[in-house]
């Protein structure tokens, strides 16, 4: 009987580290959540768009419009069914998560847009709740890529099908993203986990862990969020394997003091940054993994 509660204390260890880290860094996250929930249930009341829903909704008739115009009506019967209603809810989640992908390329390449997703790489400690470590700027972002790529295959399917949106496609499409948000959060945990041969079309926890690494030979791969089939396209994927890999590090080594910032100044120093790279007041060559992949290079050298 003492040898199950070992491993159970052992299982708990691993889950919840007596790690200050750790720790510090969940604080920081926690906060983090409450105020972009704070900011953007703001934005809502001002009616600034913030989700992809809306993005999809806005471009998806314009979609179908588009194609009318060009080609004429769809020849299908303007009728739901099994197979166009799974094409469509599929539709949408394979091209969300490809303008997902996109989204945070852009983040990594683009300075301007690069200091807000380093909010999300500034975690020296990863856990779940690290999965909304985010500036709301790079939310938003995110999200209208997102909506719109959602709103092109929603409008494409619409026109070929001819069929109308339903509670049952709807509904789909909201089943597969809470099922995909639990993973995202599974994702971010500190618990080195490989999918094996499924890593060709899933993102596995461990392959997220080498995502935000801070070794040089983990710069820009594994942009995937939900499925690796596009970093396996694009070549950005690196494969994982069972055995985890020793003393990994995490975070953004710069001028700013992340580990030691306020809530506040996690919200405000991206934004001050940011403009002056905008109007060119600050324009780095490139983003910091850039920046640092570079410097590796000409050490090596």
């Known amino acids: 009987t003492k040898k199950p509660r070992g491993s159970l204390l052992s299982a708990l260890r691993g889950i919840f580290p007596a790690n200050i880290q750790y720790w510090r860094t969940l604080k920081q996250d926690l906060w983090l959540y409450a105020m972009n929930n704070v900011i953007l249930a703001l934005f809502a009341t001002l009616l600034i768009p913030i989700t992809s829903n809306y993005y999809r909704d806005w471009a998806a008739p314009k979609v179908e419009a588009f194609l009318t115009l060009h080609f004429g009506r769809s020849i299908a019967p303007a009728t739901n069914g099994f197979w166009p209603d799974l094409i469509y809810t599929l539709g949408i989640l394979i091209a969300g998560d490809l303008g997902r992908y996109f989204a945070h390329r852009c983040a990594h390449r683009f300075p301007t847009l690069w200091e807000f997703h380093k909010v999300h790489h500034s975690a020296r400690s990863l856990n779940p709740m690290a999965f909304f470590r985010q500036h709301f700027v790079d939310i938003v972002f995110t999200q209208s890529i997102m909506g719109v790529s959602m709103g092109l295959s929603s409008g494409i399917t619409q026109f070929v099908f ?47 862990l080498i995502h935000h690494s801070a070794s040089p030979e983990h710069f820009d791969k594994n942009f995937g969020s939900d499925f690796m089939i596009w970093d396996l396209i694009f070549g950005t994927i690196y494969f994982t394997e069972k055995k985890p890999i020793a003393n990994l590090k995490f975070g953004v080594r710069d001028h700013f003091d992340w580990e030691n910032a306020s809530p506040w100044q996690y919200i405000w120093h991206p934004l001050t940054e940011g403009a002056k790279i905008a109007f060119k007041r600050n324009r780095p060559a490139a983003s910091l993994h850039r920046i640092k992949r570079r410097e590796s290079n000409r050490k090596a050298a």
């Open 162 to 208: 001819g069929l109308t949106p339903s509670i049952v496609t709807l509904g789909g499409v909201a089943v597969f993203s809470g099922f995909f948000a639990v993973t995202g959060v599974l994702r971010h945990s500190h618990i080195w986990w490989s999918y094996g041969k499924l890593e060709y079309v899933f993102t596995s926890p461990a392959m997220h």
